[in-house]
């Protein structure tokens, strides 16, 4: 079977709904989201505990509170939308994409697009891609297999545990384990910095007495049919194990948050260019990737700390799809490629151009180490167009910046955002 709509959403998460939303509130009547899970809500489903919403409705919600204001409101909307629905191929077409799903209802079904949003989410890095040396028992799970066992299916993984990484997911499992009646033994991470949250090493780990080893991994597992134990050891500066460290845990459960990784096989596919950093597509201002009428936001995007930011950059993306739609594609502008320097690692946007871009567009980026006494920097050809202040950055913590498109001229050759210490600027 072969349909055709204007707008196809690729993820019925809190990215795929917010673009949704927007899209049809700035003009889009013919929108579809297209879901693979049973229900809509993505991950946030699965995340019981509170502290989504503080910036989007300024009040404090569990994931699927958060998540079901959206739902509602896109039920609201009448948008439509298909559930345990696959997306198993994606190519151009004309003057758009062909997207191929697949359901148990409806079977193949094609869908011809003039626009796409990519609202596909992220997966936990698994177990193969660590090379953990040790063998392969019952009892090792990643921190969001646990958490859904937990949380949705109501069966404890374990009794005494060990986490590798420090990931917001491993930091909040480490909390859920203990108010279950499990024993958290320790929380290592292989970095000297954790990946998470600065509330939730507090709420998590300090306030139940749960140790964070830091510069530590597991280096050996035992246990022939369930594990019965992990050694961790403490790595030197080139992350290898240093010999005579070694710790032994008596434990029956390895959950691992070791990293998220951005849904993009179905970008690859289709030709969109990503970013070897965030392994996420590389977008302009408007989140359009190389693909025309194609946009991408949230965490297929880059991995995000808070899901008010996934919602915001998901409105962004969808009042830009509208725009394509209803205005076709602006004439090719000059794009102003921005650049890192000092512990930035990325920015999303990849580029620019201010004949384009809105009144302000928002910078987001990581740093890729701890800094106290920050400085953030924007120049433009060594121009200084922002600098701010920070106390601290820190990896596991999304940064931003918002740009004003009276700063450019459009002649511009390069947009360089920068984060250092104050004493480094020196």
Request: glycine share 10%.
């Amino acid at each position: 079977m072969r349909i055709q709509h204007d707008l196809v959403i690729i993820g019925g998460g809190p990215a795929g709904l917010a673009a949704a939303i927007s899209a049809r509130e700035n003009g889009v009547e013919d929108v579809l989201v297209l879901e693979r899970e049973k229900e809509l809500g993505g991950i946030l489903n699965q995340c019981i505990h509170n502290g989504f919403g503080l910036h989007t409705f300024q009040e404090e919600l569990t994931g699927p509170e958060y998540a079901a204001r959206y739902i509602e409101k896109a039920k609201a909307l009448s948008i439509p939308y298909r559930l345990s629905t696959t997306v198993v191929d994606l190519e151009p077409s004309g003057d758009g994409v062909l997207v191929t799903s697949v359901s148990r209802e409806e079977g193949l079904v094609q869908i011809q697009a003039k626009a796409a949003v990519l609202a596909m989410g992220c997966r936990e890095r698994p177990r193969g891609a660590l090379n953990i040396p040790g063998t392969r028992p019952a009892g090792i799970f990643s921190a969001g297999t646990a958490q859904r066992l937990v949380n949705m299916e109501g069966y404890l993984p374990g009794k005494r545990v060990v986490i590798l990484g420090s990931g917001d997911i491993g930091l909040i499992m480490a909390r859920r384990m203990t108010l279950e009646g499990a024993k958290v033994l320790c929380v290592a991470e292989l970095m000297p910095y954790s990946g998470g949250l600065k509330r939730n090493i507090v709420q998590c780990l300090n306030d139940y007495g749960i140790p964070l080893k830091l510069s530590h991994t597991v280096v050996d597992i035992q246990g022939k049919e369930r594990v019965t134990g992990v050694t961790i050891a403490a790595v030197d500066e080139k992350l290898k194990p240093i010999p005579g460290t070694e710790e032994h845990f008596d434990c029956d459960t390895l959950l691992l948050s070791v990293g998220l990784i951005p849904e993009n096989e179905l970008s690859r596919q289709v030709g969109v260019q990503l970013s070897p950093v965030t392994n996420g597509p590389k977008v302009n201002e408007s989140l359009e990737t190389n693909l025309p009428g194609v946009f991408a936001c949230g965490n297929v995007l880059h991995v995000h700390d808070l899901v008010d930011y996934v919602s915001e950059e998901a409105v962004q993306a969808g009042r830009n799809a509208a725009r394509y739609l209803l205005e076709g594609r602006s004439p090719e502008q000059k794009e102003i490629p921005l650049t890192v320097a000092g512990a930035v690692r990325y920015t999303v946007p990849c580029t620019l151009s201010p004949q384009r871009m809105e009144a302000e567009t928002v910078v987001r980026f990581r740093v890729g180490r701890n800094l106290r006494d920050a400085l953030v920097r924007v120049t433009a050809d060594g121009k200084e167009l922002l600098r701010r202040k920070r106390p601290v950055m820190a990896p596991g913590e999304m940064e931003q910046v918002k740009l004003k498109r009276e700063w450019f001229t459009g002649q511009e050759k390069e947009i360089v955002v920068e984060a250092l210490e104050a004493k480094e600027a020196q």
